[in-house]
């Protein structure tokens, strides 16, 4: 994956899969999409990437790992996301990606797969870099 990196395909492909990756649990896609995005915020700006901050990003992932799944709170974490990326516009591509998985979420198990799919950008974001 060494290609330059376009924010907006990268994102737009991840947005593509998102049912595939929640609703029916393709680990392939989830691998796929979780690297690419991970290499996008892990990235500098000046190899394409955004340059997020490991702590903006942990800041809503380590209260994603310690939510259980009910109807109340998936809205609110979805708030949660567009308040970071509004506070740190680096932060844009994964709001813009988890916002519509979050719209997926209909139970514990999809709620599941949610929090996969974003450990998967946590992890690859470190290895690409993340500060």
């Known amino acids: 994956m060494n290609e330059k990196l376009d924010r ?3 994102v737009e492909e991840a947005k593509r899969d998102l049912e595939k990756i929640i609703v029916e649990g393709n680990g392939k896609l989830l691998d796929y999409h979780a690297e690419k995005l991970g290499m996008l915020l892990g990235k500098g700006r000046k ?3 955004t340059g997020a901050k490991t702590s903006q990003i942990r800041n809503v992932f380590d209260r994603v ?6 109807e109340y709170n998936v809205p609110l974490l979805r708030a949660k996301l567009f308040y970071v990326a509004g506070r740190h516009n680096e932060m844009s591509p994964l709001k813009d990606v988890l916002s519509d ?3 997926l979420i209909d139970g514990r198990e ?4 949610f929090k996969d ?8 974001h470190k290895y690409y870099g993340g500060e």
């Open 65 to 70: 790992k310690r939510m259980e799944y009910n």
């Open 8 to 10: 907006k395909k990268i």
């Open 117 to 124: 799919f974003f450990e998967a950008i946590v992890a690859y």
């Open 47 to 49: 190899e394409g990437g």
């Open 110 to 113: 999809k709620f599941e797969r």
């Open 101 to 103: 998985a979050l719209k």
